[in-house]
């Protein structure tokens, strides 16, 4: 008898499909090489990651594996919510601080209310008189002196013409000297100048110190003010200059003498210096009247000189300022610090006076000499000091015609940022970007002039009176220190991943140790564990394809 369900029919396979050739074949397992790469991978670090939550120093992360809990998988979204909120949390605040730490790294603050004057060096003053040369002696025998006996019609007049025009230097002012350079004729003949030293014409020509000062006083005690006062050429040309330590003489004595350079205990009247001075009138030319005061650092070349007048008691009273800079701040740039250590000679913002210590009014003299060797090619040693380790060029009489055609140039400084602050109606300028010492010392002054007692007054002389002291015996010392250290931005963010995860220093090592090495070893040990993958036999039989249980030789 003939039964049709016993003809061989097409079979559902139990983990396959009809399509292709795999319709009729019974699988008993299936090829785990087909499977999700992700799933096998979760698979493999899911007992790892429990293992590391179970096991962390973080708080919290231990209840997201702890299936001991009751309500575990709503008590593990509770305890993952606040994780991340926490986290980032502590991300925001460390942002900030972060921020904080690159943006504001530099503060100053009062160190000290009341510290005695004392403690900082009395300043030097510069006595720059506007009518500095002997005219006498200039027309009556300085040309012999200089150019010889047989001297020349020609050369004697340029030579008068020319330091009579330049009888108050300024490099500022070089401008006083138009009449001269408008001559067409006294300027071709200037080349016949050439072969003097100018500087040493200027002290041949000066007044000396008894014909300009008449007594002096340091401390209300009487001293001799040529012994007090020396030369000194500055950029407002030869002045007389007390408490310098600026020549050879002056800082040989401050070596060897531990009280100079000078100081004062007291303020007030008669606590300071007090010159008192006379000129025969019959030496001094018309609207050449008074003297320019110059208040700098002992160590300082020159500085900004304001005119005081004639027959008149000018008292100046200072107003010290004094900040000092933490070693600490050297771990930034002098541009974030806005200051410049003494020893740092290699950073290119430093500029400096060979063999003078670094002060800001120090930098700017050497800005303006560089200019004036860029645009002429040569350094006057009447304004710039003359060393061996400088390989410039000491300007001629005839190299005035270039200062003198720079002169717009010359007289204008202005800082790099001034543009975006100030419209100058001039272009021409000397551009100086000159950082502070990190140990700074800035004079304040105040000024006020009364006319002379009858007694002071003569007639045959041009007298006047110069009193500077200190306004007040005590001082407000600033500091420049580190507002964040990296330590303390270490210790800040400590104390952030504390307040917010509970975590410390180890937590985080030891995160890096079990995502970077703990992974590796687990990884590479589970490869040495695991078994070879058993082989699957497909037995055909008719036309149905029966597969067996796993088969393993």
Same mark, same amino acid.
């Given at each position: 008898?003939?039964?049709?369900?016993?003809?061989?029919?097409?079979?559902?396979?139990?983990?396959?499909?009809?399509?292709?050739?795999?319709?009729?074949?019974?699988?008993?397992?299936?090829?785990?090489?087909?499977?999700?790469?992700?799933?096998?991978?979760?698979?493999?670090?899911?007992?790892?990651?429990?293992?590391?939550?179970?096991?962390?120093?973080?708080?919290?992360?231990?209840?997201?594996?702890?299936?001991?809990?009751?309500?575990?998988?709503?008590?593990?979204?509770?305890?993952?919510?606040?994780?991340?909120?926490?986290?980032?949390?502590?991300?925001?605040?460390?942002?900030?601080?972060?921020?904080?730490?690159?943006?504001?790294?530099?503060?100053?603050?009062?160190?000290?209310?009341?510290?005695?004057?004392?403690?900082?060096?009395?300043?030097?003053?510069?006595?720059?008189?506007?009518?500095?040369?002997?005219?006498?002696?200039?027309?009556?025998?300085?040309?012999?002196?200089?150019?010889?006996?047989?001297?020349?019609?020609?050369?004697?007049?340029?030579?008068?013409?020319?330091?009579?025009?330049?009888?108050?230097?300024?490099?500022?002012?070089?401008?006083?000297?138009?009449?001269?350079?408008?001559?067409?004729?006294?300027?071709?003949?200037?080349?016949?100048?050439?072969?003097?030293?100018?500087?040493?014409?200027?002290?041949?020509?000066?007044?000396?110190?008894?014909?300009?000062?008449?007594?002096?006083?340091?401390?209300?005690?009487?001293?001799?003010?040529?012994?007090?006062?020396?030369?000194?050429?500055?950029?407002?040309?030869?002045?007389?200059?007390?408490?310098?330590?600026?020549?050879?003489?002056?800082?040989?004595?401050?070596?060897?003498?531990?009280?100079?350079?000078?100081?004062? *205990? =007291? #303020?007030?009247?008669?606590? /300071?210096?007090?010159?008192?001075?006379?000129?025969? @009138? &019959?030496?001094?030319?018309?609207?050449?009247?008074?003297?320019?005061?110059?208040?700098?650092?002992?160590?300082?070349?020159?500085?900004?000189?304001?005119?005081?007048?004639?027959?008149?008691?000018?008292?100046?009273?200072?107003?010290?300022?004094?900040?000092?800079?933490?070693?600490?701040?050297?771990?930034?740039?002098?541009?974030?610090?806005?200051?410049?250590?003494?020893?740092?000679?290699?950073? *290119? =913002? #430093?500029?400096?006076?060979? /063999?003078?210590?670094?002060?800001?009014?120090?930098? @700017? &003299?050497?800005?303006?000499?560089?200019?004036?060797?860029?645009?002429?090619?040569?350094?006057?040693?009447?304004?710039?000091?003359?060393?061996?380790?400088?390989?410039?060029?000491?300007?001629?009489?005839?190299?005035?015609?270039?200062?003198?055609?720079?002169?717009?140039?010359?007289?204008?400084?202005?800082?790099?940022?001034?543009?975006?602050?100030?419209?100058?109606?001039?272009?021409?300028?000397?551009?100086?970007?000159?950082?502070?010492?990190?140990?700074?010392?800035?004079?304040?002054?105040?000024? &006020?002039?009364?006319?002379?007692?009858?007694?002071?007054?003569?007639?045959?002389?041009?007298?006047?009176?110069?009193?500077?002291?200190?306004?007040?015996?005590?001082?407000?010392?600033?500091?420049?220190?580190?507002?964040?250290?990296?330590?303390?931005?270490?210790?800040?963010?400590?104390?952030?991943?504390?307040?917010?995860?509970?975590?410390?220093?180890?937590?985080?090592?030891?995160?890096?140790?079990?995502?970077?090495?703990?992974?590796?070893?687990?990884?590479?040990?589970?490869?040495?564990?695991?078994?070879?993958?058993?082989?699957?036999?497909?037995?055909?039989?008719?036309?149905?394809?029966?597969?067996?249980?796993?088969?393993?030789?």
């Amino acid at each position: 008898m003939f039964y049709p369900l016993e003809l061989p029919r097409p079979r559902r396979p139990l983990y396959w499909n009809y399509k292709g050739n795999n319709t009729g074949l019974i699988q008993t397992q299936q090829d785990p090489k087909n499977g999700s790469r992700l799933g096998k991978l979760w698979c493999l670090l899911l007992p790892y990651l429990k293992g590391y939550a179970a096991e962390s120093s973080v708080h919290g992360i231990r209840y997201l594996a702890d299936p001991k809990m009751k309500n575990y998988y709503e008590i593990r979204l509770i305890w993952l919510l606040i994780l991340v909120t926490t986290s980032i949390g502590a991300i925001v605040v460390y942002v900030d601080l972060n921020e904080l730490y690159q943006t504001v790294r530099i503060q100053t603050t009062i160190k000290n209310t009341m510290l005695p004057i004392f403690r900082v060096p009395f300043p030097a003053i510069g006595v720059c008189q506007r009518n500095r040369v002997n005219w006498m002696l200039l027309e009556n025998g300085a040309a012999e002196h200089f150019l010889g006996a047989n001297v020349s019609a020609a050369q004697k007049d340029v030579f008068i013409k020319f330091f009579t025009a330049a009888g108050d230097p300024h490099l500022s002012r070089i401008n006083e000297m138009s009449n001269f350079f408008s001559n067409a004729s006294l300027v071709a003949d200037l080349h016949l100048l050439d072969g003097l030293d100018l500087r040493e014409v200027y002290m041949y020509l000066q007044f000396r110190c008894q014909d300009l000062f008449f007594s002096c006083r340091w401390r209300g005690n009487p001293v001799n003010c040529c012994e007090v006062f020396e030369h000194q050429f500055t950029e407002s040309g030869l002045c007389f200059v007390f408490n310098t330590e600026i020549s050879p003489s002056s800082r040989k004595r401050a070596k060897e003498d531990k009280y100079y350079p000078l100081r004062t *205990p =007291q #303020y007030g009247e008669g606590s /300071g210096i007090d010159i008192f001075l006379r000129l025969n @009138r &019959s030496l001094i030319r018309p609207g050449k009247r008074g003297i320019n005061v110059m208040i700098k650092q002992p160590q300082q070349w020159s500085d900004v000189v304001r005119h005081v007048p004639h027959e008149a008691h000018t008292k100046i009273s200072l107003v010290p300022r004094f900040t000092v800079t933490d070693e600490r701040t050297r771990s930034v740039t002098p541009e974030v610090r806005r200051c410049i250590f003494g020893d740092e000679i290699d950073n *290119p =913002q #430093y500029k400096n006076l060979p /063999g003078f210590e670094y002060w800001v009014g120090n930098c @700017r &003299s050497r800005c303006h000499q560089e200019h004036v060797i860029d645009l002429c090619n040569c350094s006057p040693s009447i304004f710039f000091p003359v060393t061996d380790k400088d390989n410039f060029t000491v300007c001629k009489a005839s190299d005035f015609k270039c200062l003198y055609d720079n002169r717009l140039t010359f007289s204008i400084e202005r800082h790099p940022e001034e543009n975006d602050f100030v419209n100058n109606p001039f272009k021409e300028s000397m551009i100086c970007d000159c950082f502070t010492s990190c140990t700074q010392l800035i004079f304040e002054r105040i000024y &006020s002039t009364t006319s002379l007692d009858y007694n002071e007054t003569n007639t045959e002389t041009g007298s006047m009176r110069l009193e500077i002291f200190y306004q007040s015996g005590w001082i407000i010392q600033y500091q420049t220190t580190m507002r964040f250290t990296f330590v303390e931005l270490l210790a800040s963010f400590g104390g952030i991943i504390g307040l917010f995860l509970g975590a410390s220093l180890l937590s985080a090592i030891e995160l890096a140790y079990y995502f970077s090495i703990g992974l590796y070893l687990y990884i590479n040990g589970k490869r040495k564990l695991k078994k070879p993958e058993p082989r699957i036999i497909t037995v055909p039989f008719g036309q149905r394809k029966i597969t067996p249980i796993k088969y393993t030789h």
